[in-house]
């Protein structure tokens, strides 16, 4: 049965971008749509890794293991404690950088693949 919380949080990671969908809008405006095309292909690419472990039963054995859920579980909030504190410390001031020049389709590619990962 599906709850109101449910659909409301659905709604709102439905409703969301990700970093996947920004990055690819802003090549795409940025470069043209060509380069938008090859930026969504990497994004598309990323989610590959994800699938993987699905396939492979890695959410099985994370289910049926205790300890290895717990591990890393742990082990992301180490590393997002670790980002955390990088931030706070970063003192660098925002800047906008000018847009770069045309890159080539390997690049786009690529950051579209670490986007998503």
Same mark, same amino acid.
């Given at each position: 049965m599906f709850t109101a919380e449910f659909l409301l949080t659905s709604l709102v990671v439905v409703l969301i971008?990700?970093?996947? @969908? *920004?990055?690819?809008?802003? *090549? +795409?405006?940025?470069?043209? #749509? #060509?380069?938008? @095309?090859?930026?969504?292909?990497?994004?598309?690419?990323? *989610?590959?890794?994800?699938?993987?472990?699905?396939?492979?039963?890695?959410?099985?054995?994370?289910?049926?293991?205790?300890?290895?859920?717990?591990?890393?579980? *742990?082990? +992301? @909030?180490?590393?997002?404690?670790?980002l955390a504190l990088a931030t706070w410390r970063d003192r660098s001031g925002f800047a906008v950088q000018p847009v770069e020049s045309r890159q080539a389709v390997l690049g786009l590619v690529t950051r579209g693949v670490l986007r998503t990962s």
């Open positions: 971008p990700g970093t996947g @969908v *920004i990055y690819t809008v802003s *090549i +795409g405006l940025a470069q043209g #749509r #060509r380069a938008g @095309v090859f930026a969504a292909f990497g994004c598309t690419l990323g *989610i590959v890794p994800h699938l993987l472990a699905t396939v492979l039963g890695l959410a099985a054995i994370l289910h049926t293991s205790a300890l290895a859920f717990q591990t890393l579980k *742990i082990a +992301g @909030v180490v590393y997002l404690l670790y």
